[in-house]
């Protein structure tokens, strides 16, 4: 993704009342983020152990969403929707976020599984175990980059919704 000021991040929210927007905690070593390896900025609030960020780039902006850990527990261990690592390398968990606008505030939300700590982008980016000789693991790596791409710009669009 294209780098971000944290003007741009804080500006960025579409769920989040103007309170919550200035109460945003950005990312540890911000100046530090490595933009050219992921597909979207994900990190947790350090004192609301609950509470995480999102931010992913729509349409050429980005778009920034506060997102939630619910108490819900899968029973088995489950797959991140996003990354979809097979290996299970780190927890998943229930993360849901108000819709924007309207639907938002009547308390509509939509709730997704992911990695604990946003860890997505690094996960898609290990080579996968060769799966057959001649099996083109890089080219499987690509391809597994534009499905986390694709699946969390479906996930904001949805949050979004139709504006
Ligand atoms: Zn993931």
Same mark, same amino acid.
């Given at each position: 993704?294209?780098?971000? =000021?944290?003007?741009?991040?804080?500006?960025?929210?579409?769920?989040?009342? $103007?309170?919550?927007?200035?109460?945003?905690?950005? &990312?540890?070593?911000?100046?530090?983020?490595?933009?050219?390896?992921?597909?979207?900025?994900?990190?947790?609030? &350090?004192?609301?152990? =609950? /509470?995480?960020? $999102?931010?992913?780039? $729509?349409?050429?902006?980005?778009?920034? /969403?506060?997102?939630?850990? @619910?108490?819900?527990?899968?029973? !088995?261990?489950? %797959?991140? !929707?996003?990354?979809?690592?097979? @290996? $299970?390398?780190?927890?998943?968990?229930?993360? !849901? @976020?108000?819709?924007?606008?309207?639907?938002?505030?009547?308390?509509?939300?939509?709730? =997704?599984?992911?990695?604990?700590?946003? %860890?997505? !982008?690094?996960?898609?980016?290990?080579?996968?175990? /060769?799966?057959?000789?001649?099996?083109?693991?890089?080219?499987?790596?690509?391809?597994?980059?534009?499905? /986390?791409?694709?699946?969390?710009?479906?996930?904001?669009?949805?949050? %979004?919704?139709?504006?």
């Amino acid at each position: 993704m294209r780098p971000l =000021t944290d003007a741009q991040i804080r500006a960025s929210f579409i769920n989040a009342s $103007l309170r919550e927007r200035k109460g945003v905690v950005l &990312p540890a070593a911000f100046d530090e983020i490595a933009w050219g390896v992921r597909e979207f900025l994900g990190w947790r609030d &350090p004192k609301q152990p =609950t /509470l995480g960020y $999102l931010v992913a780039e $729509l349409d050429g902006r980005p778009v920034g /969403l506060l997102m939630r850990q @619910t108490d819900a527990r899968p029973r !088995s261990r489950p %797959q991140c !929707s996003w990354c979809a690592d097979v @290996t $299970l390398p780190n927890d998943v968990v229930f993360w !849901s @976020t108000r819709r924007a606008g309207d639907a938002g505030r009547r308390g509509d939300t939509v709730g =997704t599984l992911v990695c604990e700590e946003f %860890q997505c !982008s690094r996960n898609v980016r290990q080579l996968p175990p /060769l799966a057959y000789q001649g099996y083109d693991r890089e080219a499987a790596r690509d391809r597994r980059i534009e499905a /986390l791409s694709s699946h969390v710009e479906g996930f904001v669009r949805d949050v %979004q919704g139709g504006r």
